[in-house]
């Protein structure tokens, strides 16, 4: 009867030690204070710091041409320990720290000639590209870098600034962390309708080698503080900034799209001028291209259900139909105001299909879209395209009744 414990004996002690063995770590592993976490990272065009300059006038450096402007933002533990430890305004949770010159790779490893911790770049959150950058540099050879390194998150965020990048990784607000707030708003389009969906790296890399053309958020920063302002249009075939929609030309783009989670469209009574706000609580749009011959067209179905959010007309019943439905018009007028302005931006002055016109076409019409996508933008900005919106007020809040 003992034999078998003699037996499961010897495996449990080999299953021990192999256990103990596999929880001893990765050989190759280092030690987080041993690290600088890069969480965000700028590029602006090329401009020295003091310390760049001085350390020049005394010969230090490489062969380079000051091209390119990287700011890596960073936290280390003593950082984040010195933070827990002292709390005050001026304390910062985080650290940036430049290098000027014409290879990424190059200045990223320039850090190693200056700091105790090796830069990693497990931790990237945000990658935020100047306006002046975008527009002069294709951005598949700006990006290449950042896109071939195994080490860097493919979920990084992609952003563009409408002044210098840097600037957009600088906050006042103590223990404000400037990368975290930024891919945090985010986080806010079911507020708004005004907000892009994320564009991270790996989707940015599938759209520049669709050689289409798209969107990018813009982000603009004034002493600190930061703002989500419109997009920056992205050619297809130069990969460069071609030009820019405003926050209202956005909102157009997003309700021909129907990817908005949430908004508010603000219009005016057409009797008394008084204002009416409508709240989005859903969104969907329909895209159907029209064939006839070598003749294409579009007709685009926006359709809505949201709420009376706030309403300032003095006369009227907000409960009965009839101020409804003028309220549903209303705000109906808004949108195609926004929309119409929005394909006119794209259409007449950029020539641009950055809404999505080519990808239904290329799933509806395959045959048709292999003739006309080597020059599809410029097709796309000769094309009739039809809109219809609906807009439905489900909801109209606890306030109603006449009012006196």
């Known amino acids: 009867m003992k034999q078998p414990h003699s037996k499961i004996r010897p495996l449990f002690i ?49 062969t380079k041409k000051d091209l390119i402007t990287s700011t890596f933002q960073i936290i280390t533990p003593q950082v984040a320990s010195s933070t827990t430890k002292q709390s005050g305004p001026s304390q910062k949770s985080y650290i940036n720290i430049s290098q000027t010159g014409d290879s990424v790779l190059q200045m990223i490893r320039e850090f190693s000639l200056e700091r105790e911790q090796a830069l990693t770049s497990h931790h990237m959150k945000v990658i935020v590209i100047s306006e002046s950058l975008a527009k002069s540099y294709d951005l598949e050879q700006l990006l290449d870098e950042n896109l071939r390194d195994n080490d860097f998150r493919p979920s990084c965020v992609v952003l563009i600034s409408k002044g210098r990048a840097k600037s957009t990784l600088e906050t006042k ?87 908005g989670k949430g908004g508010v469209v603000k219009s005016f009574d057409k009797k008394t001028g008084q204002l009416m706000v409508y709240e989005v609580e859903t969104m969907k749009s329909t895209i159907k291209p029209r064939v006839k011959g070598n003749n294409i067209s579009f007709d685009v179905n926006i359709e809505s259900e949201g709420r009376l959010a706030e309403n300032w007309v003095v006369s009227g019943d907000p409960f009965k139909n009839e101020f409804l439905n003028k309220a549903e018009k209303s705000a109906e007028k808004e949108v195609k105001r ?48 039809n809109y219809n919106v609906k807009l439905t007020i489900k909801d109209y809040g606890t306030s109603g009744g006449t009012k006196k």
């Open 14 to 62: 080999s299953l021990s030690v192999l256990l103990f063995v596999s929880l001893t770590g990765c050989w190759s592993s280092h030690e987080i204070e041993e690290q600088s976490l890069g969480i965000g990272l700028a590029f602006d065009k090329g401009l020295k710091s003091k310390i760049e300059k001085e350390l020049s006038k005394k010969g230090e450096g490489y």
């Open 338 to 385: 926004l929309v119409r302005n929005s394909l006119e931006k794209m259409q007449k002055e950029y020539r641009v299909d950055v809404a999505g016109f080519g990808n239904r076409l290329r799933i509806e019409n395959p045959k048709l879209w292999m003739k006309v996508k080597k020059d599809w933008d410029q097709t796309f900005s000769e094309i009739p395209i």
């Open 173 to 259: 607000t103590a223990g404000e962390i400037p990368a975290f707030r930024l891919v945090g708003i985010l986080d806010n389009t079911f507020r708004t309708s005004r907000i892009l969906p994320p564009m991270p790296l790996f989707k940015l890399e599938s759209k520049l080698h669709s050689e289409s053309s798209f969107l990018l958020q813009n982000v603009d920063s004034v002493s600190g503080e930061v703002k989500f302002a419109g997009a920056s249009v992205i050619d297809g075939k130069t990969h460069k900034m071609k030009g820019f929609l405003n926050e209202e030309e956005l909102e157009g783009v997003t309700w021909i799209t129907g990817k």
